[in-house]
C-alpha cells in the first residue's frame, strides 16, 4: 500500500527566503506525482504535475522535481511572500491498477511571516 | 482551465438528517469523480470513486450505506450523507478526471451536524 510521508509538517519562515518542502513515497512504481496548495477552508489548486518520465517542472517561483527511484520528491518555493502561506499536499498517482486514484501526503503548513 | 463546482459551499443540519452534496464538472465531460473527506489540519482521505452510469466503487471502511453516491451524467455526482450524526461533520470535496490524466477539484463543502 503506497504511503505519502511529508516534512516538515510545519515551517514558519521571513518574507524572502527561499525553501524547500519534502515528500516522499513508499512504492516508485507512480504514473505521476503532483504538488497542491490548500487555504485554509478551501478546496485544492493544482501547482504543478510530474510525470513518472520526467525530473522537473517549473511555473513561476515554483520547482518541483522528481526522483523516483529513491521514492522522494522536492517543492522549491523561491522568494517566498506572505501570500504563498497555505497548506502544500502531494499526492501521487500508481502507474498500473487503482485507475486515477491519488494517494495523498500528510501536508506541509507554510506561514511567511513579514 | 477545467472547472468544478460543488454546492451546497456549507452547510448545518440537525443530527437524523440526510444532506446532499452536488459537485458538478462545468466544462468537461468527467468519465470519473472522485469523493474525499478531510478532517482538520488532516490530509484528503479517498471515499469513493465513481462512474457515469455504474456503482460507486468505495474504500476499505467507507459505509456505502451512509455515504450515498449517484453519478447520473458525465457532469453530476452526489454525495448523500444519510442520517448524518456529529461524527460525520467534517469537510468533504470532491474531483473529477476526464481523461484519466488529472483530476481536477471543487471547492469543497463544510458539513457540520448539530
Known amino acids: 500500500k503506497q504511503e505519502v510521508t511529508q516534512i516538515p509538517a510545519a515551517l514558519s519562515v521571513p518574507e524572502g527566503e527561499n525553501l524547500v518542502l519534502n515528500c516522499s513515497f513508499t512504492?516508485?512504481?507512480?504514473?505521476?506525482l503532483q504538488w497542491f496548495r490548500q487555504d485554509p477552508g478551501k478546496g485544492l489548486t493544482s501547482l504543478l504535475l510530474?510525470?513518472?518520465?520526467?525530473r522537473e517542472q517549473t511555473s513561476g517561483r515554483l520547482n518541483a522535481s522528481l526522483d523516483k527511484s529513491s521514492g522522494r520528491s522536492t517543492l522549491y518555493i523561491a522568494a517566498s511572500q506572505p501570500g504563498d502561506s497555505a497548506t502544500y499536499l502531494c499526492?501521487?498517482?500508481?502507474?498500473?491498477?487503482?485507475?486515477?486514484?491519488?494517494?495523498f501526503g500528510t501536508g506541509t503548513q507554510l506561514k511567511v511571516e513579514l | 482551465g477545467a472547472v468544478v463546482s460543488q454546492h451546497p459551499s456549507w452547510v448545518i443540519c440537525k443530527s437524523g438528517t440526510s444532506v446532499k452534496i452536488e459537485c458538478r464538472s462545468l466544462?468537461?465531460?468527467?468519465?470519473?469523480m472522485f469523493w474525499y473527506r478531510q478532517f482538520p489540519k488532516q490530509s484528503l482521505m479517498l471515499m469513493a470513486t465513481?462512474?457515469?452510469?455504474?456503482?460507486?466503487?468505495?474504500e476499505q471502511g467507507v459505509e456505502k450505506d451512509k455515504f450515498l453516491i449517484n453519478h447520473a451524467s458525465l457532469t453530476l455526482s452526489t454525495l448523500t450523507v444519510t442520517s448524518a450524526h456529529p461524527e460525520d461533520s467534517s469537510f468533504y470535496i470532491c474531483?473529477?478526471?476526464?481523461?484519466?490524466?488529472?483530476?481536477?477539484f471543487g471547492p469543497g463543502t463544510r458539513l457540520t451536524v448539530l
Open positions: 474531483s473529477a478526471d476526464e481523461d484519466h490524466t488529472e483530476q481536477f
Open positions: 512504492d516508485s512504481a507512480i504514473y505521476n
Open positions: 510530474i510525470q513518472s518520465s520526467q
Open positions: 499526492a501521487v498517482r500508481p502507474f498500473t491498477g487503482g485507475g486515477n486514484k491519488l494517494t
Open positions: 466544462d468537461f465531460q468527467a468519465t470519473t
Open positions: 465513481s462512474n457515469e452510469g455504474s456503482k460507486a466503487t468505495y
